[in-house]
């Protein structure tokens, strides 16, 4: 158990559609980032947020959208939803004193119907 | 812009034999490397990271990778496998830049452990 939580485990939505996945990251940590695999793109990074404010982005479309909030969890938004959308959605954090090492949930599975 | 290449995308061994998963760096710096393990309908667990301090790197479960620069390389190896350490195995690197860090991963190797 890495100690971050993500929730829900399972979701199944139908197109067009929108859903919130939600992350709470290690006790401490300040960085959230998020991930998505899928069995055509592999893992690829969304986005990174540290203490509130986005710092990194990297492949995360305009239907999607990310926050996090004082108490340092995070919501991933995803909208208008896609077939091409369903994968595994990862939440991991990292310690201050070496925000590169990434602890990783459990993860969302999303099904797109 | 930095990258890793598993070489292969399967590997499969007998119990008790060893573990040589293959990975291939390019990065334009002294990079961070890391292993993660995924397990069936699990999340990404850290086996073990490079930071330059050492060039032999242990981690968990009697795995460890080597980093050789002249070789680009840094593969994770364990002297005898497990039935389970059956899983996808995961070389990244991290792009680091202040308090941002992303990682980029590979396509995975899927190591499979027969009897």
């Known amino acids: 158990d890495s100690g971050v939580t993500q929730t829900p485990k399972h979701l199944i939505t139908a197109t067009g559609q929108r859903v919130t996945l939600r992350c709470s990251p290690r006790?401490?940590?300040?960085?959230v980032y998020w991930y998505q695999q899928s069995l055509d793109q592999g893992l690829q990074f969304l986005i990174h947020?540290?203490?509130?404010?986005?710092?990194a982005k990297g492949n995360i479309l305009e239907r999607f959208s990310a926050q996090q909030f004082p108490d340092l969890h995070s919501e991933l938004n995803l909208s208008s939803l896609e077939l091409g959308d369903s994968a595994l959605y990862f939440c991991?954090?990292?310690?201050?004193?070496?925000?590169?090492?990434?602890?990783f949930g459990p993860g969302t599975r999303l099904t797109v119907l | 812009a930095q990258s890793v290449t598993q070489l292969d995308s399967h590997v499969s061994v007998s119990e008790g034999t060893p573990v040589l998963l293959r990975c291939n760096y390019s990065?334009?710096?002294?990079?961070?490397l890391f292993w993660y393990v995924q397990h069936p309908n699990k999340g990404l667990q850290l086996l073990l990271k490079y930071t330059s301090a050492a060039t032999l790197v242990k981690g968990i479960n009697g795995f460890e990778a080597e980093f050789k620069k002249s070789e680009t390389s840094f593969h994770l190896t364990k002297p005898s496998a497990h039935m389970s350490d059956a899983a996808e195995y995961f070389c990244?690197?991290?792009?680091?830049?202040?308090?941002?860090?992303?990682?980029?991963f590979g396509t995975g190797t899927r190591l499979q452990v027969t009897l």
């Open positions: 947020y540290y203490n509130g404010e986005e710092r």
């Open positions: 990065s334009s710096y002294s990079p961070s």
């Open positions: 006790s401490g940590d300040l960085s």
């Open positions: 991991a954090s990292s310690p201050r004193y070496s925000t590169d090492t990434q602890y």
């Open positions: 990244v690197v991290s792009d680091q830049a202040g308090t941002a860090s992303k990682l980029t």
